[in-house]
């Protein structure tokens, strides 16, 4: 608290010095007459908004703004948007600004220039997915494992040399990780995405969870004064098949921005596992084929309004509801030193499974005066829930197939449950010495889980006590930042921050009568700096720290049987790790990016596969069992060959050094790691493209495990149709079947594990999108100048 109130005692008298401000003004022009209603953006050095209003009837504008360097942005539907550095130090008159058309008017739908696939900001960088034709009928986890320098592997998202990263969707942070997340992005279209910002170290502003940064999934809300509606269809062939069907609307007049969308899926994919462990006595070896039944139906609904030319309010409203049934067969066989087949296990099950997540989202964002002060208010509510109901029997038989016994039968029953209630402010307060920022933010987190088993190898279900049990977990988390940027000249631009978080949690097991009581208060300072040398290079440096939370399953001790010889257990004196991550950078003409990093993690927690030599039973445990290194340098380089040729690629070459910090009676291994991707879009014509993307990454030993290298060859092919109102697309994703998880290998207790995974990711995916709508509304008044506001509510 001494702390907190020297802070707030260094910081109130900046609030005080003085502001000087000046007038900027211009006209906005084509060739042949005055343009009225563009949008007149003016950004800082870190690229947001601070000031915004549109052109008159003349195609004049004006506004206040204090000394200092600026991008002036205007944007018109039907027209190039044009873009340029201002310094402003006097009264300035831009003259008359002219803007080239370049939009083709398809009847009443309005079809705008394409946007740079990557753009390159001072602390994110921006990927346009749009551009990329494999993402048509996708959804926003395809989309996003298509952007540079991130992949999606084990359930988790990962940004390559920082780790697994959280997920927010229009800046709201989403309160679930592994394949909780993962399920969710699937129920959003990819077409219902602006663009996906990668935020490798992230800011004071923004919650420091997560040691592999933050990615901003920001949606689309459409044109001003226009509606529009995008339909599509999917269907996609792998060893079964999946139908989509999905519905985006936009409306937008005056004061009023609405948006709409909903999402179906129905189908089935295949799953195959493999699991090897070398035991003494002999190795024993599983294969499990599982049938999924993907059943999804999700939506959204937005709504922004603007109460005033200085205020807007607004509400969003995100639901999702899944019913993935499983169907498994598995078969263990048991060999003797010899590797002659001794017995086998048949394992035969089928899991029902019902989720659900819902959010809730308040927002009001309001200009205090000409200064740009601008102040913003959150209120978000989500909750989670997820239902599963898991019957199966597993039989023992004798090497020749004669039955023996029945191994294990039972009824699995499970409940779980996530609340989360949070409230947050955030103030812009520019002056005339920095741009300040600060807010505060808190958050109440409640979940309820419980297992019920029932024996049911008689016959006649039996509860089991010691297979029964609920976990109760709370966490609560108060929050307060400060972060200043200062653009010293045309050159040096620097941002520091400050984070302060103060949590406590509980968790309670009542059929192990156990209660785990954690508090701590911790510091998360942020450092960025910048140096544009010339025209063609800039250099810049940033530093972090962030926590990484464990998630509520890793926490709950109880024990839960994935086979007859497997089974997982949480581990409620989990405590966070914590990352220090350094980055320094350079672009060159902002087409070839390099950037060498470091990432310093302590307390690193994780899954752990052990064994039970007397049991031949698989044991997956959660501990903080490590400390380390992650490190590497990375190359990111934009490319037009030729008018009709584009390409995306990357280059990063990663390293880690891991060290145990518990006795887990195993020797970590280490070593480099190799990841290749390369995204080509070629113009066929003025209505056709083909798409052609390869990833590779090269085998690699990291901590616990040695793992196999992974690889993917994708094309689409993307026909316009009725002067681009249609779209047909055809994407044979993975062809070679090379990208799943292959012979992953631990070494725990002197016992060798390997562990392959292979899901559907060899598809076929035929698409249809048809869009229709009007950008032509009739206007009765005037709309407000308060395009930062709709920004940040996009």
């Given amino acids: 608290m001494k702390k907190l109130n020297l802070l707030i005692f260094l910081v109130m008298p900046l609030f005080c010095l003085a502001q000087s401000t000046v007038k900027i003004k211009g006209k906005v022009a084509n060739q042949t007459t005055a343009l009225e209603w563009a949008d007149v953006s003016i950004l800082n050095s870190e690229g947001k908004i601070i000031h915004g ?147 490798s170290n992230p800011s004071s502003k923004y919650e420091a969870e997560g040691d592999g940064g933050l990615i901003n999934v920001v949606l689309k809300k459409g044109a001003r004064n226009s509606w529009k509606n995008t339909a599509t269809a999917s269907y996609d062939q792998n060893k079964f098949g999946i139908y989509t069907l999905r519905n985006n609307f936009f409306y937008n007049k005056d004061k009023f921005r609405f948006s709409a969308s909903i999402n179906g899926k129905a189908g089935y994919r295949n799953l195959e596992e493999t699991l090897d462990m070398y035991f003494d006595e002999g190795p024993s070896k599983m294969k499990a084929a599982t049938k999924l039944n993907e059943e999804n139906l999700s939506g959204k609904v937005a709504l922004d309004y603007d109460l005033s030319e200085k205020t807007t309010v607004g509400f969003q409203i995100l639901k999702d509801k899944s019913n993935p049934d499983f169907d498994t067969d598995i078969r263990i066989n048991n060999y003797n030193t010899q590797n002659e087949l001794k017995n086998y296990i048949l394992n035969e099950s089928f899991l029902d499974r019902k989720s659900g997540n819902e959010t809730y989202n308040l927002h009001l964002i309001t200009k205090l005066d000409s200064l740009n002060r601008k102040l913003s208010f959150d209120a978000d509510y989500f909750n989670y829930n997820s239902k599963f109901d898991r019957d199966f029997i597993a039989n023992n038989y004798n090497s020749d197939g004669t039955f023996v016994d029945v191994n294990q039968s039972g009824r699995n029953l499970s409940n779980q449950d996530i609340d989360n209630v949070s409230f947050k402010a955030d103030m812009e307060h520019p002056l005339k010495a920095l741009n300040l920022s600060y807010g505060a933010k808190v958050s109440f987190t409640k979940s309820n889980s419980n297992v019920v088993f029932y024996n049911t190898i008689t016959g006649t279900p039996e509860l089991d006590p010691n297979q029964t049990n609920q976990f109760k977990y709370t966490e609560n988390n108060q929050a307060l930042y400060i972060s200043g940027d200062k653009k010293i000249n045309e050159k040096w631009h620097f941002q520091l921050g400050l984070r302060l978080e103060n949590t406590q949690t509980n968790g309670f097991s009542e059929t192990l009568n156990q ?215 055809l994407l044979a994703n993975d062809i070679f079947y090379t990208s799943y998880l292959k012979n992953d290998v631990s070494i725990v207790n002197g016992v060798k594990q390997v562990y392959s995974q292979k899901e559907s990711n060899r598809f076929v995916r035929l698409s249809v999108v048809y869009n229709f709508g009007n950008s ?15 920004k940040r509510a996009n």
């Fill in 776 to 790: 032509k509304i009739n206007v009765k008044e005037r709309a407000f100048g308060n395009q930062d506001e709709k």
């Fill in 53 to 199: 209003t549109t052109t008159q009837k003349e195609g004049v504008f004006e506004m206040d703004l204090k000394k200092g360097f600026y991008t002036i942005e205007i944007a018109l539907l039907g027209f190039t948007d044009y873009k340029k550095e201002i310094a402003v130090e006097k009264d300035l008159d831009l003259g008359t600004i002219l803007m080239a058309e370049s939009a083709t008017n398809l009847g009443e739908v309005v079809i705008q220039s394409k946007k740079n696939t990557i753009e390159q900001k001072i602390d994110r960088l921006v990927y346009n997915p749009e551009n990329n034709a494999t993402t048509v009928g996708g959804d926003a986890l395809s989309a996003i494992n298509t952007a540079p320098g991130v992949v999606v592997k084990n359930n988790a998202i990962n940004i390559l040399g920082k780790g697994t990263s959280r997920v927010m969707i229009d800046g709201r942070m989403i309160e679930l990780t592994g394949e909780e997340l993962n399920n969710f992005l699937k129920s959003i279209s990819a077409g219902d995405i602006k663009n996906i910002e990668i935020i």
């Fill in 515 to 729: 209660e785990t009581v954690n508090n701590y208060f911790k510091l998360f300072p942020t450092v960025y700096t910048s140096y544009q040398k010339n025209e063609n290079n800039s250099f810049s440096f940033n530093y972090g720290k962030r926590i990484r939370r464990p998630g509520f399953s890793m926490l709950n001790p109880f024990r839960v049987y994935i086979s007859s010889n497997s089974y997982s257990e949480g581990n409620p004196f989990l405590k966070p790790s914590f990352s220090d991550n350094f980055e320094f950078a350079h672009s060159y003409k902002k087409i070839l990016r390099t950037s060498i990093f470091l990432n310093a993690i302590t307390d690193g927690y994780g899954v752990i596969f052990t064994s039970n030599p007397e049991t031949l039973t698989q044991i997956v445990s959660r501990d903080n069992y490590f400390k380390g290194l992650n490190y590497g340098i990375g190359e990111t380089y934009s490319a037009s060959f030729t008018e009709w040729w584009e390409s995306e690629n990357s280059l990063y070459l990663l390293g880690s050094d891991i060290k145990f910090i518990k006795d887990i009676n195993a020797a970590p291994v280490n070593g480099l790691q190799l990841d290749f991707s390369t995204n080509n879009t070629f113009s066929l014509g003025k209505s056709t493209k083909l798409q052609i993307d390869f990833s590779y990454t090269s085998p690699y030993k990291s901590g616990l495990y040695d793992t196999g290298y992974t690889s993917s060859l994708n094309i689409g092919f993307k026909q316009d149709l009725l002067n681009k109102a249609m779209q047909i697309s």
